[in-house]
């Protein structure tokens, strides 16, 4: 059965290793085979890899849609080395990654990684506000 994806118009997508862009109008395309597909809503560029997890998603993207996957690895395990360094309560969330690296699931991989990618943005929220309160204490917060 093949795979349907609409397209809005201007939207891009990745087939393979190529990247498809949309004309002027929606259109619709119906894709047999296996082949790593992503969204323009699922993708990651290089310059928007701005935090740990975000780069790990990035490195997991370079693995999904490369014909040497194997080539991302050694990028992928010095990031993930990093953030469990940095936060050590992100090991679930590596754990269920990794489950579906050694699976072959990579496109799987890639939706646990925006799962992770939620849970550091709580992080870096509640550390902001905990930063913030001290400032407050401090008498440091700026006059609104």
């Known amino acids: 059965m093949a795979l349907m994806i609409e397209l ?9 290793d190529c990247v498809v862009t949309n004309h002027d109008w ?4 119906f894709i047999d085979g296996k082949v790593p597909i992503l969204r323009e809503k699922d993708i990651i ?3 928007q890899a701005d935090s740990a997890a975000k780069r790990i998603y990035y490195a997991l993207q370079l ?3 490369s014909k040497r996957p194997q080539n991302h690895h050694a990028l992928y395990l ?12 992100t090991r679930p969330y590596i ?10 699931e990579l496109y ?7 799962k992770l990618m ?27």
Do not use: C, F, W
């Open 118 to 144: 939620g849970y550091e943005k709580k992080l870096l929220e509640h550390a902001l506000r905990q930063q913030d309160m001290g400032d407050r204490l401090l008498g440091n917060s700026k006059a609104v």
């Open 8 to 16: 809005k118009p201007g939207e891009r997508v990745i087939i393979g």
């Open 45 to 47: 560029k290089l310059s």
């Open 108 to 114: 799987k991989a890639l939706k646990e990684a925006r």
């Open 78 to 89: 010095r990031l993930v080395h990093r953030i469990l360094k940095a936060a050590p309560s």
């Open 63 to 65: 693995m999904y849609t």
């Open 95 to 104: 754990k269920e990654i990794n489950d579906k690296i050694l699976a072959g």
């Open 26 to 29: 929606r259109t619709r395309l």
